[in-house]
């Protein structure tokens, strides 16, 4: 595995809290939006200029991820469900059977597919209620 780094979720004030988290850790801020993908993620109106995705280093090989919410496609932010593990694997197979494992008896939120920031992306809760992102970038 080359990386496991946390990945919060945010109400729509993801930029204000990861230059919170830059003022403490240094580092260079990363912003991408939901109008920035080809997509949009499902985004519409005022919500395309969430942040869609969020990185800054915070030490050698871990960086705190995060984003917005999209309310307009079913998201809701609640204690417990405001943050995923987040695995960046070596290879496809390696996401693959990863994924795999950690869907068992769980639930397949993303289905594992081509994404415009990896090859392979895909969100899972485990059994036991933990969310994952698991993904290679290729």
Do not use: C
Request: proline share 2%; charged share 20%.
């Amino acid at each position: 595995m080359r990386s496991v780094n946390p990945y919060l979720n945010f109400n729509g004030n993801t930029e204000k809290a990861f230059k919170f988290y830059q003022s403490i850790f240094g580092g260079e801020l990363d912003i991408s939006r939901y109008k920035d993908l080809d997509d949009n993620m499902g985004a519409t109106g005022d919500a395309l200029n969430l942040v869609a995705n969020a990185a800054l280093p915070i030490g050698a090989n871990t960086t705190l991820f995060g984003s917005d919410i999209l309310e307009s496609i079913g998201q809701t932010l609640n204690a417990g469900n405001d943050f995923y593990i987040n695995l960046q694997t070596e290879s496809l197979e390696e996401t693959e059977q990863l994924f795999q494992k950690l869907a068992e008896d769980g639930e397949v939120q993303m289905p594992l597919g081509h994404t415009g920031w990896a090859e392979q992306f895909g969100m899972v809760r485990d059994k036991f209620g933990i969310r994952w992102m698991v993904y290679y970038t290729g």
